[in-house]
Nanobody
């Protein structure tokens, strides 16, 4: 069983940066994919970014490309989401999730493909 813990959220002004962390306990991320999803008030949870742990391949939702970067630290068994040039529309609870890394790139963006989730961290961007 794996437990995921997110951290790094907060309240920032538009244009600022934040770095979210997703730490795993119970097992390593080796052989798995890790993704970030977000859920704004009144909206469905949506895909943000994903990384395949072994190869390091990364995938992004179009609205965050060029602003967000997902990365991993093998030694710390942690995945990061560096968020730059934040916009008010980025305001949401951000969740990390993990699943087996094999499968299509399309499937990595599907919420129901992930079996393990963290508790979420709030990101609020003021205008």
């Amino acid at each position: 069983q794996v437990q995921l813990v997110e951290s790094g959220g907060g309240l920032v002004q538009a244009g600022a940066s934040l770095r979210l962390s997703c730490a795993a306990s119970g097992r390593t991320f080796k052989g798995y994919a890790v993704a970030w999803f977000r859920q704004a008030p009144g909206k469905e949870r949506e895909f943000v970014a994903a990384i395949r742990w072994s190869a390091g391949n990364t995938y992004y939702e179009d609205s965050v490309k060029g602003r967000f970067t997902i990365s991993r630290d093998n030694a710390k068994n942690t995945v990061y989401l560096q968020m730059n040039s934040l916009k008010p529309e980025d305001t949401a609870v951000y969740y990390c999730a993990t699943r087996q890394q094999y499968g299509s790139s399309w499937s990595l963006k599907v919420l129901n493909e992930y079996g393990y989730w963290g508790q979420g961290t709030q990101v609020t961007v003021s205008s």
